[in-house]
């Protein structure tokens, strides 16, 4: 099933009672800027939910800088906005895809299947004169019921056990510079876990902005085991997702997501730490 949907299949379907449109852009060290980009203009029928106050809990000593939020109240914040078990889900942003992402691995993981990323984003959306608006729609609540999917999710405790493992793949999903450890603008500790491969997220996207095709995309990780487990993570476990995407776009079953990433990794003392190329 796709999970990419283009600008012109949102607009054929944004009237559609069964649709949830998501505005989830966000601005990393402006945390109100994504809310006030939205108030200032979105496409019409679209709700707004933020990524650390809605798609992400409180950060703690461990659990990363974007810890997943706690199940049940992650479905009582897509049940008031509307979303039911019934809906069909499609999250934009303009930061290509990364925040969108995040909302679709979160209901992926809750168990709804119809939840799409929109291609290129809300300036694309803009640029090809499609309606936007500026009125917010009245919330009708619906009745979103979970059923946890575990097996796309791997803990710290598990990633750790499996360091070596030739049976398992381990991608972070930073650019290249934070993965070698020659800068750290986020977390305290820079590097990444021993024996993982780097796949920056953003090539699984065109010069446009675009997501890169499916064919295109199985280049990318073309070097993996079809049968292998992969583990995906990234700084905090938001910019990880779009690989998860990508890895499913190319054909790869067993993805999970290491949620914490790189910023719980580094939150347990003793944790081993790799630098430079693998």
């Excluded at 059923?147 to 972070?172: F, P, Y």
Aim: hydrophobic share 40%.
């Amino acid at each position: 099933m796709k999970n990419i949907v283009s600008l012109k299949w949102v607009l054929a379907r944004m009237y559609e009672p069964d649709m949830v449109i998501v505005d989830c852009r966000f601005l990393m060290g402006k945390p109100d800027a994504g809310r006030e980009l939205y108030e200032a203009g979105h496409i019409p029928g679209a709700v707004y939910l933020d990524l650390e106050k809605d798609l992400s809990a409180p950060a703690d000593e461990h659990g990363g800088r974007h810890p997943l939020p706690d199940a049940a109240e992650l479905t009582g914040t897509l049940s008031r906005v509307g979303i039911g078990n019934a809906s069909r889900v499609v999250a934009y942003d303009d930061q290509g895809g990364a925040m969108a992402s995040r909302l679709w691995w979160l209901l992926k993981y809750l168990g709804h299947e119809q939840a799409y990323v929109m291609d290129e984003g809300f300036t694309a959306w803009t640029n090809a004169g499609f309606p936007v608006t500026s009125e917010q729609k009245v919330l009708i609540p619906s009745k979103f019921l979970a059923t946890v999917q575990h097996n796309m999710l791997a803990e710290m405790d598990e990633v750790k056990e499996w360091l070596g493992d030739e049976r398992v793949t381990l991608i972070d999903s930073r650019e290249a510079p934070r993965y070698r450890g020659e800068v750290e603008p986020l977390d305290k500790a820079a590097g990444h876990i021993p024996g993982a491969i780097n796949r920056f997220w953003k090539d699984g996207l065109t010069e446009s902005g675009a997501w890169k095709n499916d064919a295109a995309q199985a280049e990318r990780f073309a070097d993996l085991g079809r049968d292998r487990e992969i583990i995906v993570y990234c700084g905090s476990g938001v910019t990880a997702t779009p690989n998860v995407i990508a890895l499913q776009e190319a054909g790869y079953n067993k993805v999970r997501l290491y949620a914490g990433s790189w910023s719980d990794w580094i939150s347990y003392e003793g944790n081993p730490i790799a630098t430079g190329e693998e």
